[in-house]
């Protein structure tokens, strides 16, 4: 049987990447390959085979005390050394053709890719976010958009103190850049994916020169998504509360340039600005409520029921799956125009984009739709079509394959079709005796 190992640092659904993780995970072992997982131990971990395999859990947010724990820490958070004994022992075990990696660094650390690429397996790297030409990943500094480091420049990243406003930590972050760009643990990757044609083309200009990226956006089980095409009059937003989701331009717009809140906004989610939002805008007679965080068929209702879903992002979204799970809903998006955003939103037609952080805008866009049903209706339709006509979790899946058989040249089809004929011969010789 054909083997494919599958490595993200978390094994349990943390994000949007550990989705997009687990859905091809379970396409691949529904395929009947053999599936090979590589991550970090967590007490909320799936379960899995390869277990004892994982490296040991490592939480970086910790307090850490003392001068030699931090050092270690530093040290492991560039090269995780049990990351790389324990990925040589999985390879010399399972033999696998080929490494599909997704979220990695930090915690299972890119130190990994070139062990795989010296043992004859062939590596494929999604990228989730901007970390290849962004030390801090997200292209922000203090809050405000940046491409400064430009897949080079990872000085400024100390320099400007992007992560969290300390020097430690975005000095920490400069150096592990520096040190896989040295180390060129990138350059043994084969192909890179990218969700989105933006994210394809950041990278490839400032750091992937010369490499292949295939843009593949991701996918959603469509069956999951099924609309009843409600519409219980009420705005939506669902996702983290923290400032480069725009969550505070939302709440401008909606307090103060809506003509009327009659249409009331529902927040879902949580994160660092979760307390302060609540103190400034709930039980103010504002019609805002905070529902917390929701999972599951739980959120599905909350969005079925929506009239429109906001996503007022403020930095540069890759391929979101917010407007993957809308849109599978039949819901029509008002988004910031920035980011691969406007290349899942139809300005006009299955949506409205606005321009990033202007609130008057935004708030223009969800009064013509919350005063209007019949375009919101007909919006909705749109993008359900949208959904099943490019993001399908079946289309993805099916060029996901493909590009598996094109990096390994066409191997690991022949091979899944000789595995085939085995199983229907050993069949049918079990019948015949």
């Known amino acids: 049987m054909s083997s494919v190992l599958l490595a993200n640092?978390?094994?349990?659904?943390?994000?949007?990447?550990?989705?997009?993780f687990?859905?091809?995970?379970?396409?691949?072992?529904?395929q009947g390959l053999k599936v090979i997982d590589f991550s970090m131990q967590h007490p909320n971990n799936f379960d899995s085979d390869y277990a004892e395999f994982f490296v040991a859990n490592v939480d970086y947010s910790a307090a850490h005390k003392g001068f030699g724990?931090?050092?270690?820490?530093?040290?492991?958070?560039?090269?995780?050394?049990?990351?790389?004994?324990?990925?040589?022992?999985l390879i010399t075990q399972e033999r696998p053709v080929?490494?599909?990696?997704?979220?990695?660094?930090?915690?299972?650390?890119?130190?990994?890719?070139?062990?795989?690429?010296?043992?004859?397996?062939?590596?494929?790297?999604?990228?989730?976010?901007?970390?290849?030409?962004?030390?801090?990943?997200?292209?922000?500094?203090?809050g405000a958009i940046c491409s400064q480091c430009q897949g080079r420049h990872f000085w400024k990243a100390a320099k400007n103190r992007c992560l969290d406003g300390s020097l430690f930590k975005s000095l920490l972050l400069s150096c592990e850049a520096y040190w896989h760009l040295w180390a060129k643990s990138y350059e043994a990757v084969d192909v890179f994916i990218s969700p989105s044609r933006f994210l394809a083309d950041m990278v490839s200009q400032s750091r992937l020169k010369g490499k292949?990226?295939?843009?593949?956006?991701?996918?959603?089980?469509?069956?999951?998504?099924?609309?009843?095409?409600?519409?219980?009059?009420?705005?939506?937003?669902?996702?983290r509360l923290s400032k480069e989701k725009g969550i505070e331009t939302l709440l401008k717009a909606y307090t103060q340039y809506l003509s009327t809140s009659s249409f009331p906004l529902r927040i879902i989610g949580t994160g660092p600005l979760e307390n302060v939002l609540r103190a400034k805008y709930q039980n103010t007679g504002q019609n805002v409520e905070f529902c917390g965080y929701k999972f599951g068929e739980e959120l599905r209702k909350y969005i079925d029921a929506a009239s429109l879903v906001v996503v007022p992002s403020e930095w540069n979204e890759n391929c979101s799956m917010?407007?993957?799970?809308?849109?599978?809903?039949?819901?029509?998006?008002?988004?910031?125009?920035?980011?691969?955003?406007?290349?899942?939103?139809?300005?006009?037609e299955t949506g409205h984009?606005?321009?990033?952080g202007n609130a008057e805008d935004l708030a223009?866009?969800?009064?013509?739709?919350?005063?209007?049903?019949?375009?919101r209706r007909q919006m909705g339709q749109k993008a359900r079509e949208k959904a099943e006509r490019e993001y399908s979790l079946e289309r993805h899946c099916l060029a996901l394959l493909k590009i598996y058989d094109e990096v390994l040249e066409g191997n690991l089809i022949t091979t899944r079709r000789q595995d085939e004929k085995k199983s229907t011969a050993n069949k049918r010789a079990d019948f015949a005796r």
């Open 9 to 20: 640092k978390f094994f349990y659904l943390n994000g949007g990447s550990e989705t997009v």
């Open 22 to 30: 687990f859905q091809e995970r379970e396409f691949l072992k529904g």
């Open 69 to 89: 724990q931090r050092i270690k820490m530093a040290k492991d958070f560039i090269s995780n050394p049990e990351a790389v004994r324990k990925i040589q022992a």
């Open 98 to 142: 080929l490494a599909h990696l997704h979220n990695i660094y930090h915690q299972l650390t890119p130190s990994i890719i070139p062990i795989l690429r010296d043992r004859g397996v062939k590596v494929i790297l999604t990228l989730h976010d901007y970390k290849l030409i962004c030390p801090s990943y997200a292209m922000l500094n203090n």
């Open 212 to 239: 292949r990226v295939f843009i593949l956006p991701n996918g959603i089980d469509l069956q999951r998504y099924l609309p009843s095409g409600k519409d219980e009059g009420y705005i939506l937003y669902f996702g």
């Open 322 to 348: 917010v407007v993957l799970e809308s849109m599978a809903m039949g819901k029509p998006i008002i988004a910031s125009r920035i980011g691969g955003l406007p290349e899942q939103i139809e300005d006009g």
């Open 353 to 356: 984009l606005f321009e990033m």
């Open 364 to 375: 223009a866009k969800m009064e013509e739709l919350m005063r209007r049903p019949f375009l």
